[in-house]
């Protein structure tokens, strides 16, 4: 039976829930899913939060030691394309363009 776990996004998360579901994550060897770097403004406040992208601040926790993968990556940095292309975790990154496009219409609107 495979298990898939997965939480709604870094902002929406505590680091204790999100230490929690890595420990939980790693003894059942299960991949974590999440949005991820859905915008600008995401990571930013990952960075100011963490000191680190969504994508790295995930690895340090141990997140994706069992794979997994993410939903979005749009405003992705060179070390999360690094952190997804690693062999070692067997990551995926899922993009759905027309929402993507329909969030990057809204970030430049005068709304």
Known sequence: MLLILGFH??????P?????????ANELKAPIYT????????V?????RHGATPAVYFD??????????GYHGVAFKDEDFAVFK??????LLVQAQILNLQ???LQSSAF
Not at 35 to 42: D, G, V
């Open 9 to 14: 996004a870094e902002y929406t998360s505590t």
């Open 16 to 24: 204790e829930i999100l230490a929690k579901l890595s420990e939980i």
């Open 35 to 42: 949005h991820i770097s859905e915008t600008e403004k995401e």
């Open 44 to 48: 930013e406040g990952s960075i100011k």
């Open 60 to 69: 340090r926790l141990g997140l994706f030691n069992y794979g997994g993968g």
């Open 86 to 91: 690693s062999i070692i975790y067997q990551l």
């Open 103 to 105: 969030v990057a219409l």
